[in-house]
């Protein structure tokens, strides 16, 4: 029999310091070790010895691997990490040393590969994952505000628990008066007149408060959606849930007025919608909330393109059941329909009204309600008008005079002055208005020429499409090309244009022209000095032109831009050398009588340039 303890390798322990582990460092000779000897049957020695190595059913094959002194602790760090820390010299048992073993044989495989980039995948996992930590905040955020988002200050229960009451208990009440058949239609309608409003105050405004903007504001105390504007977004919401709560309990308190002989219920209107409009804040409101609507709805489309977690805000909010599933589009809007409404539903309480008196009564509200929904359309027109022509002062060009006419000599110190047309910052003015637009066939020396025409309720001008790239950009990525105006030809007065027909089918013209129409330029002596021949692109759209070209010719509205022009830059240089002519003038013709009010009337005119606000040009002293 062969003593085991003649082939186990000694493992020397190194002395541990206080408070660290002890790590095994075995020698070089234990780790070039190739093969062990098994024996056939254990001896007593063998038992004993086992205890302080290990025993025959456990072999150790300790890999041969050339260790540098600097990768000495390579080594140990595979130990130590293969069955835990071996701290204990005494208790050392084979499981550990084979685990250690197996350790140190996946380290040195790990170590012999080279080293690889990171594979994208993993981003993308870890995007999805912070990804979905986002998600589950949101959604832990959102629905607690949904919880906690009713305001009691302006909650009444009293009306909404009117919602299920129909007109006739509502009327009746708890008498046992009954009402009359032929009265039903009419009570009916003014019902409607309240209930719609009750519908329109706790189904959508409320609903818009509490399970949108609230819960939002909720979240951006909590650190979310912080790129999102309330403001923007909704308005002045709480001040139109204001007005139509103080509207349904101002129906409520005139209702015990009603006479329950006649069931006349004129009164009761005519009281009604005086208070809803002696407020100054109730149709402003309505405007201004109607105004805001295009502004409100281009918003919500960038939000949703910019902040990802909105649209997911917005996904929980509508799974709320007070909700009803109405998108948040579909409440954004609900203000507009219900303004709208309300002269539909005077007319309906009109119709079924019986004596004359009341149907005048009644009349008179709904033409003041008329004109209150005019003035709003009105605004609103005036809005959009007003954007586009903010956006066509800025697409479109002016060329100068050096383009327009190159043989014109210009003088060295009105160079400058003159690079620019002074007409190009003039376009977006408040009194202007865009009637028509369009594109059109310029015929000129026998062909047809593409043009891009603009009708004002001033002018008419003739420019050329031309694409540019754009400097917009959305996500860092160009949206594309953006179209410019270049004018083409000098706008036309409609105080000094003549208008006619020009259909021809005669053989004896060089070419045919169709669904063409003649502008004539004059001037204020009526000298001619630009005609064009326009043609349309079918008989309706030649229609269409002349329809609004008589249109605009006969509600002709001048607009001033004096003062205006009294800013630019050339107006400036010829008044202080029309003021440095005067001083020289003064010299040698001191006893002119008329000079002091010249130059009082020219330092009036100069103060004035200087002293306005558009002034951006004043002059050196």
């Known amino acids: 029999m062969v003593d085991l303890q003649l082939f186990t390798p000694l493992i020397r322990y190194s002395e541990p310091e206080e408070g660290e582990p002890q790590t095994i460092h075995p020698n070089k000779e234990q780790l070039s070790r ?81 080293q690889k980039n990171r594979s994208p995948w993993i981003l993308k996992r870890l995007y999805e994952w912070s990804g979905r930590a986002k998600r589950r905040e949101i959604i832990k955020h959102v629905q607690a505000a949904l919880e906690t988002s009713k305001d009691h200050e302006i909650e009444d229960d009293e009306l909404e628990k009117l919602l299920p009451v129909s007109f006739e208990e509502m009327f009746m009440g708890d008498e046992t008066t009954t009402i009359p058949s032929s009265k039903h239609k009419y009570l009916q309608a003014v019902w409607e007149l309240f209930h719609t409003e009750l519908v329109f105050l706790y189904r959508q405004l409320f609903v818009l408060r509490d399970v949108y903007k609230e819960p939002l504001k909720r979240c951006q105390v909590e650190g979310c959606l912080l790129l999102v504007e309330p403001d923007l977004l909704f308005g002045n919401l709480d001040q139109l849930c204001r007005i139509s709560r103080t509207f349904c309990q101002s129906f409520l308190s005139l209702l015990s007025t009603v006479d329950k002989e006649n069931w006349d219920c004129t009164q009761l209107v005519v009281d009604l919608f005086e208070r809803f409009s002696k407020g100054p804040s109730t149709i402003s409101a309505y405007q201004a909330y109607c105004i805001n609507y295009k502004a409100t709805m281009e918003y919500l489309g960038s939000i949703r393109q910019k902040e990802e977690r909105f649209t997911e805000f917005e996904r929980i909010c509508l799974a709320d059941e007070r909700c009803f599933r109405l998108q948040l589009e579909d409440l954004l809007i609900a203000p507009l329909q219900r303004i709208t409404r309300l002269p539909i539903l005077l007319r309906e309480i009109h119709k079924r009204s019986e004596e004359e008196e009341s149907k005048g009564k009644v009349e008179k509200v709904i033409d003041t309600m008329t004109e209150s929904l005019r003035s709003i359309d009105d605004s609103v027109q005036w809005l959009h008008n007003f954007e586009r022509l903010q956006q066509l002062q800025t697409q479109v060009v002016w060329p100068n005079i050096s383009d327009l006419e190159p043989k014109s000599y210009v003088p060295d110190f009105l160079r400058v002055a003159l690079s ?70 000098q706008p036309v007065p409609l105080d000094s244009c003549v208008f006619c027909d020009a259909d021809s089918n005669d053989q004896a013209t060089p070419m045919s022209l169709k669904f063409a129409f003649v502008i004539i ?64 003038m003064s010299k040698s013709e001191s006893n002119s009588p008329q000079l002091p009010k010249e130059k009082e009337k020219e330092k009036e005119e100069k103060k004035e340039c200087c002293s306005s606000s558009t002034c951006n040009n004043q002059a050196p002293p």
């Not at 190739?34 to 300790?62: F, K, L, M, Y």
């Not at 130990?79 to 350790?103: C, P, V, W, Y």
């Open 521 to 584: 330029h004059l001037t204020r002596y009526y000298q001619v000095v630009g005609i064009y021949t326009l043609q349309a692109a079918d008989k309706a759209d030649k229609e269409l032109w002349i329809e609004k070209f008589q249109e605009s010719i006969e509600n002709y509205e001048s607009i001033q831009l004096k003062d205006m022009l009294k800013c630019t830059p050339l107006f400036s240089s010829l008044s202080l050398r029309r003021c440095s002519s005067s001083r020289l």
């Open 34 to 114: 190739r093969h062990a000897i098994i024996p056939d049957q254990p001896s007593e020695n063998q038992e004993t010895s086992s205890q302080g190595c290990c025993s025959s059913d456990n072999v150790i094959i300790v890999p041969h691997v050339q260790i540098s002194p600097n990768e000495s602790h390579l080594f140990n760090r595979a130990i130590s990490s293969g069955g835990g820390l071996l701290a204990d010299s005494n208790k050392i048992t084979s499981i550990d040393l084979q685990r250690a073993t197996i350790a140190s044989q996946a380290f040195y495989a790990e170590a012999s590969e080279p």
């Open 420 to 489: 620019r047309q002074f007409c190009e910052n003039l376009l977006a003015h408040p009194r202007r208005k865009l009637i028509h637009e369009g594109p059109l066939e310029l015929v000129e020396n026998g062909r047809t020429v593409d043009m891009y025409a603009f009708l004002f309720n001033d002018m008419f001008v003739l420019t050329k499409t031309k694409k540019c790239a754009s400097k917009l950009k959305v996500k860092g990525v160009p949206i594309g090309k953006s179209e410019h105006y270049i004018v083409q030809r």
